[in-house]
Nanobody
Framework: QVQLVESGGGLVQAGGSLRLSCTAS????????MGWFRQAPGKEREFVAR????????DYAAYVKDRFTISRDNAENTVYLQMTNLKPEDTAVYYC????????????WGQGTQVTVSS
């Protein structure tokens, strides 16, 4: 059992930056891949980024690469999404998810944090 809580969302002007955090807790906490997804109103959920527990390697959606950076702290209980040069089309609810037990499926999800980018 893993519990995830996102924070750091808010309202920002286009071109600005936000840093999202996702803190994991629960008795099943361990090293496993983590990912970020987002869903805008009227659109389907889409992949944003993920970080692999085994070597720290990362993967990004093409439309956010070079603008967003996913990272984790040394305790591996928190994952971050540093977002820069935000655009209005980045407006969405951002969700943190855990690929536990490292089987390629995201079984645990946070409740999401709203990111709104104004023009």
């Amino acid at each position: 059992q893993v519990q995830l809580v996102e924070s750091g969302g808010g309202l920002v002007q286009a071109g600005g930056s936000l840093r999202l955090s996702c803190t994991a807790s629960g008795r099943t906490y361990g090293r496993y891949p983590m990912g970020w997804f987002r869903q805008a109103p009227g659109k389907e959920r889409e992949f944003v980024a993920r970080i692999n527990w085994s070597d720290g390697s990362t993967d990004y959606a093409a439309y956010v690469k070079d603008r967003f950076t996913i990272s984790r702290d040394n305790a591996e209980n928190t994952v971050y999404l540093q977002m820069t040069n935000l655009k209005p089309e980045d407006t969405a609810v951002y969700y943190c998810a855990a690929d536990y037990p490292s089987d390629g499926l995201y079984d645990y999800w946070g409740q999401g944090t709203q990111v709104t980018v104004s023009s």
